[in-house]
């Protein structure tokens, strides 16, 4: 249930997703609730997927979950992480529709939520 978003945030690629996206200030984003709100927008279909790299997100999404971000590379699992925490916290009620979009049967709920909980 804790994942979804932002998953946010992460790629494509064969072993890892790709190393251009370890530099998307993901700081930036989270600090901008109009910027953050554009990312989730296109995620959950509500709106066009025009900021840096949502499109991409939006289509490797569905694995970044299935996977427990197991594609992400060691700069992308923290931002992951705090994507998807900031979700919870500041909008509970995008990250139900999050999690009814990307797991909507909970096959992916404990693994995801053990790698949100990790430390590495």
Sequence with gaps: MLYLVLASFVFTGAL??????????VDKILADDALFMSYLNCFLDKGPCTEQHAEDFKNILPEVVKEACGKCSV??????????NTLFAKKPDL???????????????????AFLLAAN
Excluded: G, S, W
């Design 16 to 25: 890892c997703y790709d190393a251009k996206y370890d530099e998307l200030d």
């Design 75 to 84: 700069d992308q699992k923290p931002k992951m992480r705090k994507i998807v």
């Design 95 to 113: 990250a139900v529709e999050f999690q009814k979009k990307y797991d909507p049967n909970h096959e992916y709920e404990a693994e995801f939520t």
